[in-house]
């Protein structure tokens, strides 16, 4: 799973916000906005990690519980394919 060619995460004011650059521009419409660890879930979804290897990347990262960040991540993956950033 990766993020779709066409987004980018930029730092703005302090914000993470998700950019539609070319042809995606057309289908984007809105603004999405991550905190730290969205920002990290978003950089890591590439097509090399698989969403098990990003939660125990977090989990370690951050100190958090296995299990807590998994239904995290999951949520944050879903809002993803909801707005067609994804390709599987």
């Known amino acids: ?8 995460l930029k730092e703005v004011a302090g914000s993470n916000i998700v950019i539609a650059t ?9 603004i ?7 920002a990290d ?7 090399t990690n698989s969403v098990d290897e990003i939660v ?3 989990a370690n990262d951050y100190g958090v519980s296995v299990e807590r960040v ?7 993956i879903k809002k993803m394919k ?3 950033l994804l390709d599987e």
Not at 2 to 7: A, E, N, P, T, V
Not at 41 to 47: E, K, P, Q, S, W
């Open 22 to 30: 070319g042809k995606q521009k057309l289908n984007f419409n809105g």
């Open 70 to 76: 998994k239904t995290d991540v999951e949520n944050l």
């Open 82 to 84: 909801e707005h067609n």
């Open 56 to 58: 125990v990347k977090i």
């Open 32 to 38: 999405m906005t991550f905190n730290s660890v969205g």
């Open 1 to 8: 799973m990766k993020i779709k060619d066409g987004y980018i």
């Open 41 to 47: 879930v978003f950089n890591m979804l590439d097509g």
